[in-house]
């Protein structure tokens, strides 16, 4: 009977020692962001922003981002992002994120008031065990 014992808490001790691949840390913490969005939470999504980051080439940054989103959420009942293929390149301790955004808002009733699709490019670093996106570039495609 203790035999079984061991065998099982072997097995959950190799599960927990079993480590997420960064690419796919990068893409949880992507969902992450879009959950918290769609939430109303920015703050949660700014969890996943590095202290440094900039965007819209330099013209943002991390305070001006949470801005964004503050109003963004504030301004419509209802937001949702779908996103498109996430596409991860790892250099390293760094990472090219390349994805297309659909976003929308609105009152909250059947159909959305408006929305757009944006391509974004974001970098990421690891920061020990997590990774942080410190930079982002966006251009409205739709």
């Given at each position: 009977?203790?035999?079984?014992?061991?065998?099982?808490?072997?097995?959950?001790?190799?599960?927990?020692?079993?480590?997420t691949?960064?690419?796919?840390?990068?893409?949880?913490?992507i969902?992450?962001?879009?959950?918290?969005?769609?939430?109303?939470?920015?703050?949660?999504?700014?969890?996943?922003?590095?202290?440094?980051?900039?965007?819209?080439?330099?013209?943002?940054?991390?305070?001006?981002?949470?801005?964004?989103?503050?109003?963004?959420?504030?301004?419509?009942?209802?937001?949702?992002?779908?996103?498109?293929?996430?596409?991860?390149?790892?250099?390293?301790?760094?990472?090219?994120?390349?994805?297309?955004?659909?976003?929308?808002?609105g009152?909250?009733?059947?159909?959305?008031?408006?929305?757009?699709?944006?391509?974004?490019?974001?970098?990421?670093?690891?920061?020990?065990?997590?990774?942080?996106?410190?930079?982002a570039?966006?251009?409205?495609?739709?």
């Amino acid at each position: 009977m203790w035999r079984i014992g061991i065998i099982v808490l072997c097995a959950t001790l190799l599960t927990a020692c079993a480590r997420t691949p960064d690419e796919q840390r990068i893409r949880n913490a992507i969902t992450a962001m879009q959950q918290a969005v769609e939430a109303h939470q920015p703050r949660d999504f700014m969890a996943y922003v590095s202290p440094d980051f900039t965007g819209d080439d330099g013209t943002v940054d991390r305070a001006g981002l949470a801005n964004i989103l503050r109003a963004e959420v504030l301004r419509n009942d209802k937001v949702g992002v779908t996103l498109g293929p996430i596409d991860v390149e790892l250099q390293g301790d760094r990472a090219t994120v390349h994805v297309v955004a659909t976003l929308t808002g609105g009152s909250g009733g059947l159909l959305p008031e408006h929305g757009a699709i944006y391509s974004i490019t974001s970098g990421w670093k690891r920061d020990s065990k997590d990774w942080r996106c410190y930079n982002a570039s966006w251009e409205q495609k739709l």
